[in-house]
């Protein structure tokens, strides 16, 4: 396939294909074995992890399976499993693929509820320079944003646990898996509509979304280079690159960004309306009672998970900033305020059917009042410290 770079002396390229739509990505993994003469694919299977904590490890080319092997779940955690057995894979089929021929492409097809960040970071971290990722791409069949961003089933209810520990929802799961990756591979549905197409957008605005009836596209993405430290600021809810203000086709972006603090009692009451007024939210907000920490909300399918995201800057001294990545400064003066800094609200909500003047209206109820705000941040640390429960 032309358009796809010559082979070359050092490390071993490789694509990770991610995605819980199973038929869009065999169907992405296949292409690139088409296109890119010398590749090779890894798959993990999954499926009796979380009931027999085994998984089942295939090598295939174009020509079909090439190797076959069963190894057990190390520690019950399938990030794990992949350390200490698919990074050695790895590195072996560096070495040269089957019958000894060089492998030119490493094809990293992860099972369905596997995300793409943590397989990366691993072979970034233990591929000891043989190793290099040059793509993390998630196949995802538009027919089936809506339907999978809505299901707040958990994974072992779906049969899709991937250990027997694993607590996570389909709709947050795929949530990550989409918003991860610098590339979608978007399989070609003549059912899909402009609603879908138009969430996919939303969703991840800034994604190369290629269609899979372009083969030298995708096996050119496979080679274009991924940056884990840049992927991964991108997710972090102090630094994230959120999705901007935007509607039509049926679906809908709304960007809340305000400069006081929630009154935690008030947000508290709201929090399920608030939850469920998106499919999916995400973003960084601030609490009265925690005028100091940046709080990360994330919310998918109608679950929502608070955690702590570290301290604001602005509540840090000026030696401090010198340890903070150069990505947590950008986003910080993005939101800096003369008065408090990086302390904000800036919270995202992504949905078909969004009512954006009662969402914005419910928030804004949230926030202290005139009087509460004025009173100063001693008298915030004395409210009620409604978020123990979510924060403990």
């Not at 399938?78 to 089929?93: F, G, I, N």
């Not at 094809?107 to 971290?125: F, G, K, M, Q, Y």
């Amino acid at each position: 396939m032309t358009g796809t770079p010559p082979p070359a002396a050092g490390p071993l390229p490789v694509a990770i294909v991610a995605g819980l739509h199973a038929d869009a990505r065999a169907e992405t993994v296949e292409l690139l074995l088409a296109a890119v003469p010398g590749s090779v694919a890894l798959h993990h299977d999954l499926r009796d992890a979380a009931e027999h904590g085994t998984v089942v490890r295939t090598v295939r080319d174009t020509l079909g399976e090439r190797d076959r092997s069963e190894t057990v779940l190390v520690d019950d955690c399938a990030c794990c499993a992949l350390r200490e057995d698919l990074v050695p894979e790895l590195l072996r089929l560096a070495g040269g693929g089957p019958g000894g021929t060089p492998v030119r492409l490493a094809v990293v097809e992860l099972w369905d509820s596997v995300e793409p960040r943590s397989t990366a970071e691993v072979i970034a971290e233990h591929g000891r320079g043989d190793l290099t990722v040059t793509a993390v791409i998630t196949a995802v069949d538009p027919v089936l944003v809506l339907p999978c961003l809505g299901n707040g089933d958990d994974l072992a209810d779906a049969g899709l646990a991937a250990a027997r520990t694993d607590r996570r929802t389909v709709a947050d799961t795929f949530a990550r898996q989409l918003e991860y990756p610098p590339v979608l591979a978007v399989a070609v549905r003549e059912e899909a509509d402009g609603r879908d197409h138009a969430l996919l957008r939303r969703l991840h605005p800034t994604a190369r979304r290629i269609p899979l009836d372009a083969p030298g596209e995708l096996a050119r993405a496979a080679f274009a280079g991924f940056d884990p430290e840049a992927a991964a600021a991108a997710q972090h809810p102090a630094s994230a690159l959120l999705p901007q203000n935007a509607a039509g086709h049926g679906a809908d972006t709304l960007v809340w960004h305000r400069t006081r603090p929630f009154h935690p009692e008030r947000l508290l009451a709201a929090l399920e309306a608030v939850t469920c007024a998106a499919l999916r939210s995400r973003g960084r907000f601030w609490l009265a009672d925690r005028p100091d920490t940046l709080l990360a909300w994330d919310a998918a399918g109608g679950a929502l998970c608070v955690e702590s995201g570290g301290p604001w800057l602005a509540s840090l001294p000026d030696a401090a900033w010198e340890l903070v990545s150069p990505y947590r400064r950008a986003a910080a003066a993005v939101d800096w305020h003369p008065e408090h800094g990086d302390s904000c609200q800036h919270l995202v909500f992504t949905s078909p059917g969004l009512d954006r003047e009662a969402l914005e209206s419910l928030l804004d109820s949230c926030l202290l009042t005139d009087e509460e705000y004025a009173a100063g941040r001693d008298a915030w640390k004395r409210l009620p410290a409604a978020f123990d429960a979510y924060l403990s």
